[in-house]
């Protein structure tokens, strides 16, 4: 007799509202059009950009950019630095937009922060060269200091004015750290000004997700390999539930070892689409 395993989906994985957004106007350009270029990956998730490449997405880079003329390029929701706007005028390009607005204001931040304290150092906790951050740094001329740990910390004057701010899919415990070790290794009556810029998208689904990956006997995580938040997410599956796998397609999938529970969690990032995850629920199910 075959063994009925139980699956379930998280209700509150698949895409946060600026990947939703930046979907919809690449689906509904593509309704017009056989062609439309993106620059840059859509999303962090190679099955849902495959799934608009045959739609006619073009995937592009900045390099790329320079070359086109009079044509129509959509931005994605992470973000750009000024040039690539630029850089859009001169060749007559047409943008579609859809940079998330949380994202946005928070380039705003940075950008005065920096003109109301142009000596103070800026700093980013966050991924050196992750598409948000090269945004984030280009609204003040790459002149941030990115961090990516506490060791990074070593790249600061202790005794000049620290300003922090953080890529919008960082875990908030991890900024929390960081303040706290700057706090401890500023010099006496230096200025420090802290700014949680976390998204509560991806803060607030960290106790729903806790609770989800307690009640399986395996979590199965999906996300593209590129994803902070992915990565982000499945660690605090794993730090509540060690029986956690990671994959980011139907074929990273290991039917024995799925096999030998009874009960599986399907969750994800907020780049993750629920279409790929209800594949993942239906080809387990056929086990």
């Given at each position: 007799?075959?063994?009925?395993?139980?699956?379930?989906?998280?209700?509150?994985?698949?895409?946060?509202?600026?990947v939703?957004?930046a979907?919809r106007?690449?689906?509904?350009e593509?309704?017009?059009?056989?062609?439309?270029?993106?620059?840059g990956d859509?999303?962090h998730?190679s099955?849902?950009?495959?799934?608009?490449?045959?739609?006619?997405?073009?995937?592009?880079?900045h390099?790329?950019?320079?070359?086109?003329?009079n044509?129509?390029?959509?931005?994605?929701?992470?973000?750009e630095?000024?040039?690539?706007?630029?850089i859009?005028?001169?060749?007559?390009?047409?943008i579609?937009?859809?940079?998330?607005?949380?994202?946005?204001?928070?380039?705003?931040?940075?950008?005065?922060?920096?003109?109301?304290?142009?000596?103070?150092?800026?700093?980013?906790?966050?991924?050196?060269?992750?598409?948000?951050?090269?945004g984030?740094?280009?609204?003040?001329g790459?002149?941030a200091?990115?961090?990516?740990?506490?060791?990074?910390?070593?790249?600061?004057?202790f005794?000049?004015?620290?300003?922090?701010?953080?890529?919008?899919?960082?875990s908030?415990?991890e900024?929390?750290?960081?303040?706290?070790?700057?706090?401890?290794?500023?010099?006496s009556?230096?200025?420090?000004?802290?700014?949680?810029?976390?998204?509560?998208?991806?803060s607030?689904?960290?106790?729903e997700?806790k609770?989800?990956?307690?009640?399986?006997?395996?979590?199965v995580?999906?996300?593209?390999?590129?994803s902070?938040?992915g990565k982000?997410?499945?660690?605090?599956?794993?730090?509540?539930?060690?029986?956690?796998?990671?994959v980011?397609s139907?074929?990273?999938?290991?039917?024995?070892?799925?096999?030998?529970?009874s009960?599986?969690g399907?969750c994800g990032?907020?780049?993750?689409p629920?279409?790929?995850?209800?594949?993942?629920?239906?080809?387990i199910?056929?086990?």
């Amino acid at each position: 007799m075959k063994k009925k395993i139980k699956v379930e989906i998280d209700r509150g994985s698949g895409f946060c509202r600026g990947v939703i957004r930046a979907i919809r106007k690449a689906e509904r350009e593509l309704s017009d059009t056989d062609n439309l270029y993106c620059l840059g990956d859509i999303v962090h998730n190679s099955e849902e950009v495959s799934r608009l490449n045959r739609r006619g997405l073009q995937t592009i880079d900045h390099d790329q950019l320079k070359q086109l003329r009079n044509t129509t390029v959509l931005f994605r929701a992470h973000g750009e630095p000024p040039e690539t706007y630029k850089i859009a005028r001169e060749n007559n390009i047409n943008i579609i937009d859809a940079s998330c607005n949380v994202v946005l204001g928070l380039q705003q931040k940075i950008k005065r922060a920096h003109e109301e304290y142009p000596d103070a150092q800026i700093v980013i906790f966050g991924k050196k060269g992750h598409a948000e951050v090269v945004g984030l740094e280009g609204q003040i001329g790459y002149s941030a200091i990115v961090v990516e740990n506490e060791q990074d910390l070593s790249k600061l004057d202790f005794s000049r004015r620290v300003i922090l701010f953080s890529q919008t899919t960082k875990s908030l415990n991890e900024f929390k750290s960081i303040v706290e070790h700057i706090k401890n290794k500023l010099q006496s009556g230096v200025d420090f000004q802290y700014y949680d810029t976390i998204c509560r998208q991806v803060s607030n689904r960290i106790p729903e997700l806790k609770e989800f990956a307690a009640r399986y006997d395996m979590i199965v995580f999906v996300s593209g390999k590129n994803s902070s938040n992915g990565k982000v997410l499945f660690e605090v599956c794993r730090s509540v539930n060690p029986n956690t796998v990671f994959v980011s397609s139907i074929g990273d999938l290991e039917p024995q070892k799925i096999m030998q529970a009874s009960s599986v969690g399907i969750c994800g990032a907020t780049s993750t689409p629920v279409w790929l995850m209800e594949a993942i629920k239906e080809n387990i199910e056929n086990y």
